[in-house]
C-alpha cells in the first residue's frame, strides 16, 4: 500500500451524472494506484443554493436546527450516488454521513465548528476491510447529537479534517478551477495559476474573498500540518501547493488580488464616547455569533462629541446584527444605517510589508479608474479597501494590471525569503 489520501470534489465536479462517474473514476483509479482513499462529496452544483431558496419559501427566518437537517442532505445524495457508481465499477465502497465519519461539532447551527474528529468509529474499519469511503461533505453532528452544518464552502474543513485525522499524505481538493490563482479567473482572464502558495498568504486570500479554498480549511490545515493540493477535477495538471513559510523559496510583493461582494456596512451614529462602548458593541455581536470584518471608530475631533462606528459583515448576517445592535440603539438614541450593496477588494503579498509604497499604489490606482472607497484595512501582508459592490470587478482588473500580476513572475517581482 502506498498509503493514504484524502480526494474531495466540489460541487461542479459532481454536478450531474457524467461528472459522479468521472468523479468516481478518479476515486477507483487512485485506489488501484494502491492508495487508501477517503473521498469527501459536496451537493451537486447549486444543490445547497436551491435547499436555501426551499427553505426561505416555507419560511421567513428557517429555523437553523431545521436548516442543517435539509442542507445536510445534499451532499449525502452525491455520496450515495457516487458509491452506487463506484460498486458498478467493480470496488468496494462505503458512504458515510458526517455523523457516521465520526464528525463532532460545536452547537452553532448553519455555521458550526468542528471540535474533533473519531476516524476510529467507523473510518478506519471500513478502510481496513478494503472499502473505499465516501464522507458526506459539510456536516458533522453537535455535542447537542443535532445535525450541524460547516457554514458555505464547509466541505473543504471536512476534507482537510478527515486528512488531519486520519495523517492522510495529503489532502486533494478538486475543483472547477486548476488550482489557485493571483485572482479569481472568472474576472481575470489573465490571472496567472500559483504553484505554491504560504498558509499566510492563503489564509488572507480566503478571508478576504478568495472562496475556492474554504478559511477555515486553510486555518485548520496549517494548524494540524495538513498538506493541501488545489487542483482540477478535469485534468491531471499539477495545481498549488499550500506550504508553510519556511517550506516557500520567494516572497513576492504581491502574490494576489482578492474581492468578495458579498458585504454589508452597518455603522453606528452618535455613540456615547466612553470607555466600554466599543466592547459593548462587539460583544453584541459576538454574542449574536456575527463575524465582524473591518471595525473603524471615528475619535470625535472636540470632546462632548459623539463617537460613530462602522463595521462590515456578509450580507447574510446583516439583519442578524442590526437586530443584535437594537438594544444599544435605543438606549443611547443611537441612529442605524446599513448598505447591503458593498463590496470588498484587496491585495495579498507576504513582501509587502518590505515594500514601502504599496498602499499608495492601491488607493492611486483606484482612484485612477474612478472608485471611491469607503474604507480601509490592513493587515502586516494584506490592503483591503471597501468600494461599491458594483465597482469590485473593475477594482479587481485595475489593481492585477498595476502590480504587473498577468506575466510570469521574474527575478525582480520576487524578492529571496
Ligand atoms: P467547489 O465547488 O469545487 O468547492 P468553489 O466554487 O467553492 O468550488 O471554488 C472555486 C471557485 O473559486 C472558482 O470557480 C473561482 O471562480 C473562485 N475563485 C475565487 N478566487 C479564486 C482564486 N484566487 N483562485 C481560484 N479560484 C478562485
Ligand atoms: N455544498 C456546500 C456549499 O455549497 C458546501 C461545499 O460545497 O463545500 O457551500
Ligand atoms: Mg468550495
Do not use: W
Not at 466600554?276 to 454574542?287: E, K, P, Q
Not at 471615528?298 to 460613530?308: R, V
Not at 515594500?355 to 492601491?362: I, T
Amino acid at each position: 500500500m502506498s498509503g493514504t489520501v484524502v480526494m474531495k470534489f466540489g460541487g461542479t465536479s459532481v454536478a450531474d451524472a457524467v461528472r459522479i462517474k468521472r468523479a468516481a473514476a478518479r476515486i477507483v483509479a487512485k485506489r488501484e494506484a494502491g492508495f487508501r482513499v477517503v473521498a469527501v462529496l459536496s451537493a451537486r452544483g447549486k444543490e445547497t443554493d436551491r435547499l436555501i431558496a426551499d427553505a426561505f419559501e416555507v419560511s421567513p427566518a428557517p429555523h437553523p436546527r431545521e436548516m442543517d437537517m435539509l442542507l445536510s442532505t445534499g451532499e449525502r445524495v452525491s455520496c450515495a450516488l457516487a458509491a452506487m457508481a463506484i460498486h458498478d465499477m467493480g470496488h468496494k465502497v462505503m458512504s458515510l454521513t458526517g455523523s457516521q465519519a465520526g464528525i463532532v461539532t460545536d452547537t452553532s447551527h448553519t455555521k458550526a465548528r468542528i471540535l474533533e474528529v473519531n476516524p476510529s468509529l467507523r473510518i478506519f474499519k471500513a478502510l481496513d476491510e478494503g472499502n473505499i469511503v465516501l464522507v458526506a461533505g459539510f456536516q458533522g453532528v453537535s455535542t447537542a447529537k443535532d445535525v450541524t452544518t460547516l457554514g458555505r464552502g464547509g466541505s473543504d474543513t471536512t476534507a482537510v479534517a478527515l486528512a488531519a485525522a486520519i495523517d492522510a499524505d495529503v489532502c486533494e481538493i478538486y475543483t472547477d478551477v486548476a488550482g489557485v490563482f493571483n485572482a479569481d479567473p472568472r474576472i481575470v482572464p489573465l490571472a496567472r495559476k500559483l504553484d505554491v502558495v504560504s498558509f499566510d498568504e492563503m489564509l488572507e486570500m480566503s478571508a478576504s474573498g478568495a472562496g475556492v479554498l474554504q478559511l477555515r480549511s486553510v486555518e485548520y490545515a496549517r494548524n494540524h500540518g495538513v498538506r493541501i493540493h488545489c487542483r482540477s477535477s478535469f485534468d491531471d495538471s499539477e495545481g498549488t501547493v499550500v506550504l508553510s513559510e519556511a517550506d516557500t523559496t520567494q516572497t513576492p510583493v504581491i502574490t494576489a488580488v482578492t474581492h468578495s461582494t458579498g458585504e454589508a456596512r452597518v455603522s453606528l451614529i452618535g455613540l456615547p464616547n466612553t470607555p466600554g462602548i466599543a466592547g459593548r458593541v462587539t460583544t453584541a455581536l459576538a454574542d449574536a455569533n456575527v463575524g465582524v470584518d473591518m471595525i473603524i471608530q471615528n475619535e470625535p475631533a472636540t470632546t462632548d462629541t459623539q463617537a460613530e462606528v462602522s463595521f462590515t459583515v456578509t450580507r447574510e448576517d446583516m439583519h442578524t446584527a442590526v437586530g443584535a445592535l437594537h438594544p444599544i440603539a435605543m438606549e443611547f438614541g443611537t441612529e442605524l444605517v446599513t448598505d447591503e450593496t458593498m463590496g470588498k477588494v484587496s491585495i495579498v503579498g507576504a513582501g509587502m510589508k518590505f515594500h514601502p509604497g504599496v498602499a499608495a499604489k492601491v488607493f492611486g490606482t483606484l482612484g485612477d479608474a474612478g472608485i471611491n472607497i469607503h474604507m480601509i484595512s490592513t493587515s502586516p501582508i494584506r490592503i483591503s479597501c471597501v468600494v461599491p459592490g458594483d465597482d469590485v470587478p473593475d477594482a479587481v482588473r485595475a489593481l492585477h494590471a498595476a502590480f504587473d500580476l498577468s506575466a510570469p513572475a521574474t527575478p525582480s517581482e520576487a524578492t529571496p525569503a
